[in-house]
């Protein structure tokens, strides 16, 4: 039998991208997991098996092309009648209709006000709870007069609200509460908007009056930055505190050890592998820095796990792949991981879960330059670090009464005002820089 192999629902909310690469050819017999094409997310590139054991006959998507989920791949001609696994692509049968692709619904701006009629049809959240029972199409729905009236006004389909009185009976709470899940998540879809996280989009001039011009598309990784920054300034009003640390020891002692790591063929020992320990350290000392606000549910989620992003420069844009319990190890295991994330990411070969779930994100701009800046908290985590260039500067010693060359570290901590205060971002601050400078804490 002659089937379709379509692209697979790939988790992780991930709903389309762009296939860079087919890994088999017409002719080709293939097994479930043989990898069968490439395919780069907003983040990552993704490999993804055939799904079904056969030959392939022919190939119906090209590199290049934006696929979303369902999206045709190719023809398969099937060896056996072996069951496609739960996880692997989604076969049709040549004669059947081939399934629509799947398209996320526009998102709206704004919320819209509870007195408007509203399209309440369930939405992709799962941090809301499901209703606890629907109306069955066939039968009455179990509800009173009063309930019914004001499902109207609030425009609610009564039969989609799950009932928590007796007998599933629906009440006016479940009503309301319906509303306040439903509004919610509208709220957040508009956040999160495909047009630039709820932001505007206004009509630019036609630049082409005033000269040559050039049109060129946005990659993956550059349109997910600017919806994921753009939604992040939205939703985060932050305050950023500057500092300065004096590494003077610290950089004569990592040389020093580089130097013995050398001889050993063993990792760079970075400024920025060094700092991945101390705001790992710090987060233990200043937990409402290890949070994330949820305002839908008027919850903080503090976090008992400490995890660090890392900002990485690369020719699609930035990544930040993320170190996992990045306070239970040293500084030269944290160096080996480091170069190994940044190595994938640049090689474009990092998976989603390696760019998922950070505590607080480190970005280094000191090989670049620079006094200072203001990141952008990268929503929902509550803080980001950045570094500058270290330069040396003359520091008035208390003890011999005159000025001293020393090696200052510029630090820009922006962090989520909502959760922190400002005299406890100072602190953070303070306590990053006393950890710099008193080498024998980074150890302790």
Aim: hydrophobic share 45%; glycine share 8%.
């Amino acid at each position: 039998m002659t089937i379709i192999v379509t692209l697979p629902d790939l988790g992780e909310n991930v709903k389309a991208g762009e296939l860079t690469a087919l890994l088999v050819k017409p002719g080709d017999v293939v097994r479930e997991d043989t990898p069968a094409l490439e395919l780069e997310t907003d983040k990552a590139v993704v490999e993804v098996p055939a799904g079904r054991a056969g030959r392939v006959v022919e190939l119906l998507a090209r590199p290049g092309e934006r696929l979303e989920v369902g999206a045709a791949l190719f023809t398969l001609e099937e060896e056996g009648a072996a069951a496609l696994p739960q996880a692997a692509a989604q076969p049709v049968e040549v004669d059947a209709p081939v399934a629509e692709p799947l398209v996320e619904a526009p998102a709206l701006a704004a919320p819209l006000p509870v007195s408007a009629p509203v399209d309440l049809a369930p939405l992709a959240a799962p941090s809301l709870p499901a209703p606890t029972q629907v109306a069955d199409p066939g039968l009455p729905v179990p509800a009173s007069p009063t309930v019914r009236r004001l499902a109207r006004e609030l425009g609610v389909a009564i039969r989609e609200v799950g009932g928590s009185g007796p007998g599933g009976r629906i009440l006016r709470e479940d009503v309301k509460a319906f509303v306040k899940a439903r509004l919610a998540a509208l709220e957040l879809r508009g956040a999160n908007s495909q047009v630039g996280a709820g932001l505007p989009v206004e009509d630019l001039p036609d630049f082409s009056r005033w000269g040559a011009i050039e049109e060129v598309p946005l990659g993956n990784v550059r349109r997910a930055t600017a919806r994921h920054l753009a939604s992040a300034w939205l939703l985060t009003p932050r305050v950023t505190q500057f500092d300065k640390a004096d590494i003077t020891e610290l950089e004569a002692l990592r040389l020093k050890l580089q130097a013995a790591e050398d001889k050993q063929g063993g990792p760079r020992l970075t400024m920025t592998a060094i700092l991945i320990r101390v705001l790992a350290q710090a987060l233990r000392h200043f937990p409402q820095f290890n949070a994330s606000l949820d305002l839908g549910r008027e919850r903080l989620i503090r976090k008992h796990y400490c995890h660090v992003g890392v900002a990485v420069d690369t020719e699609r844009g930035l990544l930040v792949p993320v170190l996992r319990d990045a306070d239970q190890k040293g500084v030269r295991q944290l160096a080996v991981e480091l170069g190994e994330l940044g190595r994938r990411a640049r090689e474009r070969k990092s998976t989603p879960e390696e760019l998922q779930g950070a505590c607080i994100t480190l970005t280094n701009l000191g090989g670049i330059g620079g006094t200072a800046f203001t990141p952008i908290v990268n929503h929902p985590e509550a803080a980001i670090l950045g570094l500058s260039r270290a330069v040396r500067e003359p520091v008035w010693d208390d003890a011999t009464t005159s000025f001293r060359p020393r090696l200052m570290l510029p630090l820009s901590l922006s962090y989520d005002h909502r959760i922190i205060d400002g005299a406890d971002g100072a602190r953070f601050a303070r306590w990053i820089c006393q950890a710099l400078e008193n080498p024998l804490l980074l150890v302790m």
